[in-house]
């Protein structure tokens, strides 16, 4: 798979593809089953098959400093992408040029001149160009020569549709078993591994701590986890919250790696939340927080078996 960061001047052999479109945030069953489609079509066809999303997500474009709600991490959405069996992926710059481009322009001067694309695969609720004047309706009445397909919206067992908006609100109860079946893979937090007040330590109990901040906030509490290092897996504890027993300041994540002693401070980490335990709370003394710590990570493991 290549990755393209323009549309212009694509060599000869991406073109023609069937594309996809989409924002692709938390990479759901939703979203699997557009690219499913657009990977069985392009063998039918014989053509390429390309993805194309879009960065930032246009949300933010139009409301900086918004809170992020982004359930999926840049990183996390491309190494995800990168997993499929498709030819070429398209992570477009959304910017003032591309927010002002009408659905015509963006139809004639991208999918058509320069891509020449053979098929367009796209979710029933797709809309595109300035205002979001483009639709599947506009396409093909304005584009009847594009092939148009329009992937039924997947539904989960109790027939709702699947969505990112439902899992942001399950990741926000801290209903991670809900936002797992919709999602088909783990919630995860990623960063960098940053320097805290190494009070965990002196209860016997260090934490990696990291910044959440490059994906929605899940709710505040206490999460039976898994931390990836190095391609493997180790169970853990994870606290979302502002550490109320020692006044902490600011939101953190601080993760508790069961039978682990390494440093990994500046290591880039990924911390899978599995399922919620407790709500953070507030102890008289650390050790108190000691004996829950202790009880929180025999959950953990029970949880994590």
């Not at 960061?5 to 979203?31: M, R």
């Not at 392009?42 to 999303?53: I, S």
């Not at 409301?63 to 992020?68: E, F, L, V």
Request: net charge positive; hydrophobic share 40%; aromatic share 12%.
């Amino acid at each position: 798979m290549i990755f393209f960061h323009k549309w212009k001047n694509i060599p000869q052999k991406y073109k023609n593809a069937v594309l996809a479109i989409g924002n692709f945030d938390g990479f759901h069953l939703g979203h699997r089953s557009v690219i499913n489609y657009a990977v069985q079509l392009g063998k039918k066809l014989n053509r390429p098959v390309a993805l194309m999303t879009f960065e930032p997500h246009p949300s933010y474009f139009f409301r900086p400093g918004t809170q992020t709600f982004r359930i999926t991490p840049i990183r996390s959405k491309v190494r995800a992408i990168c997993t499929l069996p498709i030819d070429a992926f398209f992570v477009l710059s959304f910017n003032s040029t591309l927010s002002n481009m009408s659905a015509d322009d963006f139809v004639k001067d991208v999918l058509i001149k320069e891509l020449h694309i053979s098929a367009l695969v796209v979710g029933q609720d797709y809309s595109f160009g300035k205002h979001r004047e483009g639709n599947i309706q506009f396409l093909e009445q304005k584009y009847p020569e594009i092939s148009v397909h329009a992937v039924e919206q997947k539904k989960d067992d109790a027939n709702e549709v699947i969505s990112s908006s439902r899992i942001r609100s399950f990741i926000k109860m801290g209903d991670m078993k809900s936002a797992f079946k919709l999602m088909g893979h783990s919630f995860e937090i990623e960063g960098y591994v940053i320097h805290g007040f190494k009070r965990g330590r002196t209860i016997g109990y260090p934490t990696l701590n990291i910044a959440p901040n490059e994906s929605i906030l899940p709710k505040l509490g206490v999460y039976a986890a898994r931390v990836l290092i190095d391609n493997k897996y180790y169970p853990a504890i994870a606290n979302i919250g502002c550490r109320p027993t020692v006044a902490g300041e600011g939101v953190l994540l601080e993760a508790h790696i069961i039978d682990f002693n390494q440093d990994l401070y500046g290591k880039r980490l990924r911390v899978f939340l599995d399922d919620f335990i407790r709500p953070e709370q507030k102890f008289d003394n650390l050790n108190e927080l000691k004996i829950q710590i202790i009880r929180d990570i025999e959950q953990a493991k029970r949880i994590l078996k």
